[in-house]
């Protein structure tokens, strides 16, 4: 299974933007690029995703480098209700694993005022 | 329902009992999932259902633990024999179906305690 790497944490000052990178050299050519938020003693939340071309959306942008190697999510004005553990995740279109999530560590946010 | 719905919130087993945890899916939805949280940051895929076929297993312990989702019936996940390292936050969560870009929703969580 494709892995992903991110730093365990990023710290913001609120109404500033946060670009949070992930890493994932061994991508195939049927990976979606996930992004997933996890706030303080909930379930992961659906941020944002894409497969080649950038992508924005209400919560926030997902920028995909040209060769899908690595990519970074943009939340534009962070508030503190956007400190969350933050996970990127391949997810396999194929017909056998689809729906599996494949989380990694992830990266803490901590946004001050 | 509009979410996913995750009952208990909390329960806390001896070693050695049985726990039980429910889940009702977005109304609509077809496909279930069940991941287990350990440590604060590890999820672990247990067992996915669409309807009430089973999807994909390949992540279940197969001993002490077995899944359901029947017909006009919140689906189950159940522990037998519950161990000290079952202990984990267990998330349930649920999606319209292909293509892979649908949106899974996850429930808020069952805390299981071991003791």
């Known amino acids: 299974d494709a892995k992903t790497t991110q730093p365990n944490s990023m710290e913001s000052n609120e109404e500033e933007p946060v670009h949070l990178p992930c890493n994932h050299s061994t991508i195939s050519g049927t990976d979606y690029i996930h992004w997933y938020r996890q706030l303080p003693s909930q379930g992961p939340e659906y941020v944002i995703h894409?497969?080649?071309s950038n992508v924005n959306n209400r919560m926030a942008s997902l920028a995909i480098a040209e060769d899908r190697k690595s990519s970074t999510l943009i939340l534009h004005r962070a508030t503190l209700r956007d400190a969350a553990v933050y996970y990127c995740?391949?997810?396999?279109?194929?017909?056998?694993?689809?729906?599996?999530?494949?989380f990694g560590a992830g990266t803490q946010v901590v946004v001050t005022p | 329902g509009e979410e996913v719905a995750q009952t208990p919130k909390h329960l806390v087993r001896g070693e050695g009992q049985k726990a039980k945890l429910y889940c009702a899916p977005i109304?609509?939805?077809?496909?279930v999932f069940w991941y287990q949280q350990v440590l604060k940051n590890e999820f672990k895929f247990l067992i996915s259902?669409?309807?009430?076929?089973?999807?994909?297993e390949t992540g279940m312990p197969k001993e002490r633990f077995s899944a359901k989702c029947l017909p006009n019936s919140p689906c189950s996940l159940e522990i037998q024999a519950t161990k000290l390292e079952d202990s984990a936050v267990y998330f349930c969560?649920?999606?319209?179906?292909?293509?892979?870009?649908?949106?899974?929703?996850f429930g808020e969580g069952s805390w299981l305690t071991v003791v």
């Open positions: 995740i391949l997810r396999d279109a194929g017909p056998d694993s689809w729906g599996k999530l494949q």
């Open positions: 259902f669409q309807n009430e076929n089973v999807f994909d």
């Open positions: 894409g497969l080649t």
């Open positions: 109304k609509g939805h077809s496909y």
């Open positions: 969560a649920s999606s319209h179906g292909r293509p892979v870009g649908n949106t899974i929703y």
